[in-house]
């Protein structure tokens, strides 16, 4: 298990951008893959973005490409979610997950993730 801090969230218009950044505690952060989950209001979480261990890898939701891009900084132990052209669809509680997996590997199940963030709120208002 590692614990999962998110940040960045707010309010934004429409077409904006911002970004995301979830910090891992864990020294090892560069064992885990590390994904991006969104909840709307009534909704299910649903997959937004995962990254493999060494970055080579990314995986993204249909509709986020071309406007999300995760990225991760192993020396810091953080994980990016840049999120540009925001639309109101967009809004969510953000979360950030983490699970230890082999390199190159990337996941994108809820249930393939162990550890888990609280959430940051993203708002975009039309």
């Known amino acids: 298990q590692v614990q999962l801090v998110e940040s960045g969230g707010g309010l934004v218009q429409t077409g904006g951008s911002l970004r995301l950044s979830c910090v891992a505690s864990?020294?090892?952060?560069?064992?885990?893959?590390m994904g991006w989950f969104r909840q709307a209001p009534g909704n299910e979480s649903v997959f937004v973005a995962a990254?493999?261990?060494?970055?080579?890898?990314?995986r993204y939701a249909d509709s986020v490409k071309a406007r999300f891009t995760i990225s991760r900084d192993n020396a810091k132990n953080t994980v990016y979610l840049q999120m540009n052209s925001l639309k109101p669809e967009d809004t969510a509680v953000y979360y950030c997950?983490?699970?230890?997996?082999?390199?190159?590997?990337?996941?994108?199940?809820?249930?393939?993730?162990?550890?888990w963030g609280q959430g940051t709120q993203v708002t975009v208002s039309s």
């Open positions: 990254i493999s261990r060494g970055g080579t890898t990314t």
């Open positions: 864990r020294r090892t952060f560069s064992n885990y893959v």
């Open positions: 997950a983490a699970d230890q997996r082999g390199a190159g590997v990337v996941v994108t199940k809820k249930g393939d993730f162990g550890s």
